[in-house]
């Protein structure tokens, strides 16, 4: 057995006293601890101790997994390392496949992990990075772990954090973290009757995987039961919605929390906060995030040890008591009130399009970072920021998050200089042009000392872009514009 594959069976469960500026891991309980220490702490050393040995200089092939703007920013920071010897992404997109280093891998079918296990072997793969969360929840980790691959990204078990919200919210209750209160059903009568004994707004959420559109926040009694129809009578999101939850409705302002899980360290990032409707004014339906901006001044020191404290580490806790410790990035999505925050849902991969906003403003060698992730060493981990902010537009589809139309051409990208552009839903046609493949296309993210600065020059790489049948909010970052002015 590998030293990888290893520790897979006695991963350390103890966490670190918290570095308040940038490393936050917390002592778990003692009686975790006791059961566990003598034995993960030797198996986890000597794990340690061989992959120091043979990886600690060595370049590496890295395969990302995924082909949107997520994607896109980690594949371009990852091969930006010196570690890095050829990154592969798959599928890719246009955009991806310009970066210099980088080879997409459109034809690798990632639902299939036999193929993807061969794949990695025949390419001497050292990472594979899961960007989104499907491949998560359908156990690519867990295959990868079985065949020896490392791999940055939690287990199928611990990825229900995402893949069920019944199970997330199940977890929240069980270990005191702090989020709404809920109840779950699967009659329709039963939910519609609780929903009118609670009254006022309320939050019907499908308990499966909807590609994001299955939360309905629900502004009456009315809204929410026809809501609790579409899900559970109509099957509007099919067996995703064979479950339901409905929870009371928070208000506040929403922040988007990230830290890195090793198993028994957390490490928290930066800040970021993300603009989900699609008007001007946080207006109309919600989307998959229309812009976002890094730091978020919502997100202050105090509120960060509460988020570490009672959030991140409680629910590391709660994984390594369930037995799935969690591995790879954890997403609090947060609601913030009076000082206090509280969890909205967790998702068990970036946010997308914070990672953009997070990757223009890390300093750190990424690759080495995920690497401590994979291989228990957080704790060893001291992260560098840029200091200033940085802030995405995205560029949608006219019609998204409705229908729309793919296929038109967009020209001028070589026209931007004031920012870096990320690729989420493009494609070549046949003469070789850029065009739009998807509902949310391209996000224009830029740097600057402000949140106002990093703004001005997003908008002005959006007008060099000549594409008339996409859409911007033209107001991200507006938050934090009148936190400061």
């Known amino acids: 057995m590998s030293a990888f594959c290893a520790e897979l069976h006695c991963r350390s469960t103890w966490f670190r006293e918290p570095n308040r500026q940038h490393r936050s891991g917390f002592s778990i309980r003692k009686q975790l601890l006791q059961s566990h220490r003598c034995a993960t702490e030797s198996c986890a050393a000597k794990r340690r101790k061989l992959c120091a040995v043979a990886d600690s200089s060595s370049k590496l092939n890295v395969l990302v997994v995924g082909g949107g703007g997520r994607e ?75 065949a020896g691959i490392r791999v940055f990204g939690p287990s199928a078990r611990a990825a229900q954090l995402e893949g069920s919200k ?87 302002e929403e922040a988007s929390f990230f830290a890195l899980l090793d198993g028994h360290t957390c490490l928290a990032l930066a800040s970021a906060q993300d603009h989900k409707a699609v008007g001007e004014g946080d207006t109309g339906p919600n989307t998959g995030g229309m812009g976002a901006y890094s730091p978020a001044p919502a997100v202050t020191p105090l509120i960060q040890e509460q988020v570490m404290q009672e959030i991140v580490q409680r629910t590391a806790d709660a994984l390594v008591a369930e037995g799935c410790p969690y591995r790879g990035v954890l997403f609090a999505g947060l609601m913030i009130k009076d000082g206090k925050a509280k969890l909205l849902e967790h998702n068990v991969r970036f946010g997308d399009p914070e990672c953009q906003n997070l990757m223009l403003r890390l300093e750190s060698d990424l690759l080495e970072v995920l690497l401590a992730a994979c291989d228990g060493t957080l704790a060893q981990v001291q992260l560098r920021w840029s200091p200033h902010a940085a802030l995405t537009v995205v560029m949608a589809a006219k019609g998204y998050p409705g229908s729309y139309k793919k296929g038109s051409i967009i020209r001028g990208l070589d026209r931007v200089s004031t920012a870096k552009v990320f690729h989420a839903g493009t494609a070549r046609d046949t003469a070789g042009n850029i065009v739009a493949a998807g509902g949310r296309v391209l996000g224009i993210s830029a740097t600057g000392k402000t949140v106002l600065e990093a703004q001005q020059k997003a908008y002005e790489a959006v007008d060099a872009i000549d594409w008339p049948e996409g859409f911007v909010r033209r107001d991200i970052g507006w938050r934090a514009m009148d936190r400061t002015s």
């Not at 080879?103 to 990632?110: A, C, G, Q, R, S």
């Not at 001497?124 to 899961?130: D, E, H, S, T």
């Not at 709404?180 to 059903?185: D, H, K, Q, S």
């Not at 994001?212 to 109509?234: Q, Y």
């Open 72 to 146: 896109h920013a980690l594949a371009w920071k990852l091969a930006s390392s010196e570690r890095c010897s050829t990154l592969f992404c798959s599928p890719g997109n246009a955009g991806i496949a310009t970066e210099e280093g980088v080879e997409v891998k459109p034809d690798l079918n990632i639902s299939d992990h036999q193929q993807v296990q061969d794949w990695c072997h025949q390419n001497k793969i050292g990472l594979v990075a899961v960007g989104p969360e499907q491949p998560l929840v359908d156990g690519l980790a867990d295959a990868l772990e079985k």
């Open 166 to 252: 019944r199970f997330m919210k199940d977890l929240c209750k069980k270990y005191d973290i702090p989020t709404a209160r809920y109840e779950v059903f699967s009659d329709p009568e039963k939910a519609k009757a609780y929903i009118r004994e609670q009254g006022g707004p309320m939050v019907v959420k499908a308990d499966g995987l909807a590609a994001g559109k299955g939360v309905i926040v629900a502004a009456s009694t009315e809204a929410a039961c026809s809501a609790v129809d579409d899900m559970l009578v109509s099957k509007a999101f099919g067996s995703a919605g064979s479950n339901i939850v409905v929870e009371e409705f928070l208000d506040g």
